[in-house]
C-alpha cells in the first residue's frame, strides 16, 4: 500500500518526483594499462570496467570471429550486501545479463576482432567493478561497458608469411590503433 501511496502522490523514498531520475555521470579512458576503460556514476553507484586485448588462437567453431570475457567483481567495500556468498549471487546475476546483451551483433560486431580467418583472433578481456553500490547495478554496468568498448583502441597487427611460417606483428606506436 505504501508504494501505491507514493506514485499517487509522486514521490521516492528519496524524495525523488516518480520521473526524477538519478545524476548520469561517465568517464572514458581512464584506466592506465588497458585498451579501454569507463567509470560510470548513477546516483551512489560507481562501476569501473577495464577492457584489455590479446591475440589468441581463433574459435574452431567460429573462425571469423573475436571473443569477449566478461568478469564481475561486486566488491564487498562497496557494500555489505555484497558480503560472503550475497556478491557472488548479484555477480551471477550481472553477469548472465551483460553476456546476454553482448551475444548480439548489434551489440558488439565479434567479426571485427579476426585477425586471420580461422588462425587467430583478439579476446577482449572486460572487467566490471563495482567501487559502490546505490540502486541501478544494472544500468551502470551496461553504460560503463558500452563506454569502456566505445574507448577501447587497438593496436594494428601486421601479418606475414603463411600457414606455420605465418608472423603476427602487433604495433607499439601508439597512434597505429583502430577502434
Not at 560472503?84 to 548479484?90: K, L, N, P, Q, V
Not at 586471420?116 to 578481456?125: A, I, P, R, T, Y
Not at 594494428?156 to 608472423?167: F, R
Amino acid at each position: 500500500e505504501v508504494h501505491y501511496r507514493s506514485i499517487d502522490d509522486d514521490f521516492r523514498s528519496d524524495g525523488r518526483s516518480c520521473e526524477d531520475y538519478r545524476q548520469i555521470e561517465v568517464e572514458t579512458r581512464n584506466l592506465p594499462n588497458t585498451n579501454g576503460s569507463s567509470r560510470c556514476r548513477i546516483g551512489k553507484t560507481e562501476v569501473l570496467v577495464g577492457v584489455k586485448a590479446e591475440v589468441v588462437d581463433a574459435d574452431l567453431h567460429n573462425p571469423s570471429k573475436g571473443k569477449i570475457n566478461i568478469a564481475v567483481d561486486c566488491s564487498a567495500t562497496a557494500s555489505p550486501q555484497f558480503a560472503g556468498r550475497g556478491g557472488e549471487t548479484i555477480e551471477q546475476e550481472i553477469l548472465s545479463v551483460l553476456n546476454l546483451l553482448y551475444s548480439s551483433i548489434d551489440a558488439l560486431n565479434l567479426a571485427d576482432l579476426c585477425i586471420v580467418k580461422g588462425e587467430s583472433c583478439w579476446l577482449l578481456n572486460i572487467d566490471v567493478l563495482y567501487v559502490q553500490c546505490g540502486g541501478n547495478l544494472f544500468d551502470a554496468a551496461s553504460m560503463a561497458l558500452k563506454a569502456a568498448l566505445h574507448s577501447t583502441t587497438m593496436p594494428n597487427v601486421s601479418v606475414s608469411g603463411e600457414g606455420i611460417e605465418m608472423e603476427l606483428e602487433i604495433s607499439d606506436d601508439p597512434y597505429q590503433v583502430w577502434n
